[in-house]
């Protein structure tokens, strides 16, 4: 066994005390191995980007799935009601350059108030796009990122784990973390 302490003193913030310990080394037969699939990455976020949420099956996190298609459904349900609220005003508005006055928003809504209402609609389904095209990469880099955690070497060989000792002899507390490493 491997085991290296860090230590840092409140008081000297640059003292650092290392202690490594040996222990026999652990056979062979005891570790499992796993073989590393250095495409699985890029398969994932390739299905990302062909299907949002299908990185996510093939990285079995089913559970993110909803979330992903809840995420872009929800900005293209924006897009398309900001797209409808714009046609509405444009149409008002053309209508009343065209001298008609059978609008739904004439004796309500000024000219002027129009133009505002299809500057901010613009603007709103503009944003919604951008929103949901971040989603959409969000979407792949989470896929990529998840199948590269899934390769990590995460078991009993490695430890990482704080501890706290107070120094009764110097009045002062000592924070740290202690990293184990088996092999």
């Known amino acids: 066994m491997f ?19 040996e222990s026999p080394i652990i056979a062979n037969e005891t570790l499992i191995k796993k073989e590393i ?29 909803p979330i992903v298609w809840g995420a872009i459904g929800t900005g ?28 739904e928003f004439y004796g309500s809504i000024s000219d002027e108030g129009l133009i505002r209402a299809q500057e901010q609609f613009r603007r709103n389904k503009e944003m919604s796009v951008l ?3 971040g989603l959409y990469a969000l979407n792949i880099i989470d896929a990529n990122i998840d199948a590269h955690l899934l390769q990590f070497n995460v078991d009993e060989n490695l430890s990482l784990s704080p501890h706290y000792q107070y120094n009764q ?8 973390l202690t990293f184990n490493f088996k092999f």
């Open 3 to 21: 085991s290296v302490l860090f230590s840092f003193s409140q008081i000297e913030k640059d003292s650092i005390s290392i202690a490594i310990e």
């Open 37 to 65: 699939d250095p495409l699985r990455p890029s398969k994932a976020a390739f299905y990302s980007a062909v299907l949002p949420g299908l990185g996510q099956a093939y990285n079995k996190k089913y559970w993110k799935i």
């Open 76 to 103: 293209v349900y924006f897009f398309i009601n900001n797209d409808k609220q714009f046609d509405r005003y444009r149409d008002a508005y053309k209508s009343r350059l065209a001298g008609y006055t059978t609008d």
């Open 131 to 133: 929103i949901t095209l």
């Open 169 to 176: 002899m110097e009045n002062t507390s000592d924070l740290g």
